[in-house]
């Protein structure tokens, strides 16, 4: 357990942010799997925008690293692009 004030604070912060780290995370990989689902190019489409913000979003919280978004968005434009 730790001794000093600041010390215990930082464990509450850090329990309350790696909660909602999570639930972003999470969220994020679900819109992704259901845009990978998608077979109507135009539904993708607009699910992409919305998706490509998310991972954005994310990268520049460092939740997720930048290249693993952009990659992310890349894969998908292309998985559309293809419908």
């Known amino acids: 357990m730790a001794n000093h004030k600041s010390a215990q604070k930082r464990i509450r912060s850090n329990e309350s942010k790696k909660l909602r780290n999570k639930y972003q995370h999470k969220t994020t990989r679900n819109a992704v799997r259901k845009l990978r689902s998608l077979t109507d190019k135009s539904e993708a489409q607009t699910l992409f925008t919305s998706v490509s ?17 952009a990659n992310l968005k890349s894969g998908l434009a292309l998985k559309i692009n293809k419908l």
């Not at 998310?54 to 997720?64: E, F, P, R, T, V």
């Open 53 to 69: 913000s998310l991972l954005d979003k994310l990268a520049k919280k460092n939740i997720i690293h930048a290249n693993k978004a």
